[in-house]
């Protein structure tokens, strides 16, 4: 049986570029402020299903923070980009429905970056990934 790796050097490259961009500038123009920022974020950020503003903030936290962090180091990534995928589409869809597209540019680019990265995974370049094997030509 062969074992080869599912991506190619150039590919592996272009989705950590991807993974590492993307979730660092979610983690630095939204992630970080809540955190730093936290009970001030509690009285301003908007409630749209009226569960109260800290079970709006905490499921923003995980989504802008701990998921990004997580794709960084490639843990994960698929699942991790569930929250911040489902973040966005509330935000966008349900928060600001009446946004342009240009007014929401920056949400619907983060929106397909993770996406893209739930399709298809952090690639080979990730903390603790098995180096992959070499592939054998031949009988085996």
């Not at 991506?7 to 992630?31: D, I, K, M």
């Not at 794709?71 to 600001?96: E, K, N, T």
Request: glycine share 10%; net charge neutral; aromatic share 8%.
């Amino acid at each position: 049986m062969k074992n080869v790796s599912a991506y190619s050097p150039r590919l592996n490259a272009g989705l950590f570029f991807l993974r590492l961009t993307g979730s660092l500038l979610l983690l630095q123009v939204h992630g970080v402020p809540k955190i730093l920022h936290f009970s001030e974020e509690l009285t301003r950020i908007e409630d749209p299903f009226g569960l109260g503003p800290m079970m709006s903030l905490l499921p923003a936290i995980l989504a802008e923070v701990i998921c990004p962090i997580l794709i960084i180091f490639g843990w994960g990534s698929r699942i991790a980009c569930l929250p911040i995928i489902g973040v966005l589409l509330v935000a966008m869809l349900v928060v600001h429905p009446d946004w342009s597209l240009a007014e929401g540019q920056f949400g619907w680019l983060l929106l397909i970056i993770f996406t893209t990265l739930a399709l298809t995974g952090p690639g080979d370049w990730r903390l603790g990934a098995a180096k992959p094997r070499e592939v054998r030509h031949g009988a085996g």
